[in-house]
């Protein structure tokens, strides 16, 4: 029940992968007010340059009921790890791959509310003095 699916010219990229060390990374994507498993949430992996940059290509994993999913193959070195699930913030981290076998836990958090100048805020002291703007510049 795990699906796979190749993005951007993915297949262009798997070669130049098998001839590196790989290692297996299992997935468990949890809700982080419950703990509950997230079925069916998108886990994309993306290469990473040397220099942060994003590299051409990529994976993308579907979890499964118990909220896992599982790739083989991966290179070592830096790798970006999106997760995408409706009603919940996407998650995004990169992560240096260097062993065999990993497991990478992710909480993914429900959207926050937005904070909007038009609502009430108790916290703040209605008559308090606006926070004074000094100018930034360099003193000599």
Request: aromatic share 8%; charged share 25%; glycine share 10%.
């Amino acid at each position: 029940a795990i699906f796979i699916g190749f993005i951007l010219g993915a297949g262009a990229a798997a070669p130049a992968w098998a001839s590196e060390p790989t290692a297996a990374l299992s997935f468990i994507i949890l809700k982080d007010d419950s703990g509950k498993p997230v079925r069916n949430a998108a886990v994309v992996l993306h290469p990473v340059n040397t220099k942060g940059k994003q590299g051409r290509g990529g994976f993308e994993l579907k979890t499964d009921n118990d909220g896992k999913t599982h790739f083989e193959g991966v290179p070592y070195g830096k790798l970006r790890v999106q997760v995408l699930a409706p009603g919940f913030q996407t998650f995004g981290e990169d992560y240096e791959i260097g062993e065999g076998d990993r497991e990478i836990t992710v909480r993914l958090k429900r959207p926050q509310k937005q904070y909007s100048i038009y609502d009430e805020h108790p916290e703040q002291k209605k008559d308090a003095p606006a926070p004074e703007n000094k100018p930034s510049t360099p003193q000599q």
